[in-house]
């Protein structure tokens, strides 16, 4: 069982920067495929973006595209999001979330295991 913890959410005004960080249990973590998904009020659950298990590749929503940027430390057990140049539309409940096996990018239905989710809230 893999256990996945986010911190590092809060409140910034829009323009501003917050670094999310997952930390994950296990000696297994280079084994999984990485990914942030977030919900907003209101909102359906959506993919933001997604690292490989060696961290050479990376993908992202095109809502995020140049603004945030994921990355992990296999050897920390970690992985990252740095989201810069915050909007109020990125306010939600952030959640990491590990893919073994076969995965399908971008999507929820193959997730092993989630994180709780750390919020973050944007203000105009």
């Known amino acids: 069982q893999v256990q996945l913890v986010e911190s590092g959410g809060g409140l910034v005004q829009a323009g501003g920067s917050l670094r999310l960080s997952c930390a994950a249990s296990g000696r297994t973590f280079s084994n999984y495929v990485m990914e942030w998904f977030r919900q907003g009020p209101g909102k359906e659950r959506e993919f933001v973006a997604g690292i490989s298990r060696s961290g050479a590749g990376t993908y992202y929503a095109d809502s995020v595209k140049g603004r945030f940027t994921v990355s992990r430390d296999n050897a920390k057990n970690m992985v990252y999001l740095q989201l810069n140049n915050l909007k109020p539309e990125d306010t939600a409940v952030y959640y990491c979330?590990?893919?073994?096996?076969?995965?399908?990018?971008?999507?929820?239905?193959?997730?092993?295991?989630w994180g709780q989710g750390t919020q973050v809230t944007v203000s105009s």
């Open positions: 979330a590990a893919k073994a096996g076969l995965t399908t990018p971008m999507s929820m239905t193959t997730v092993d295991y």
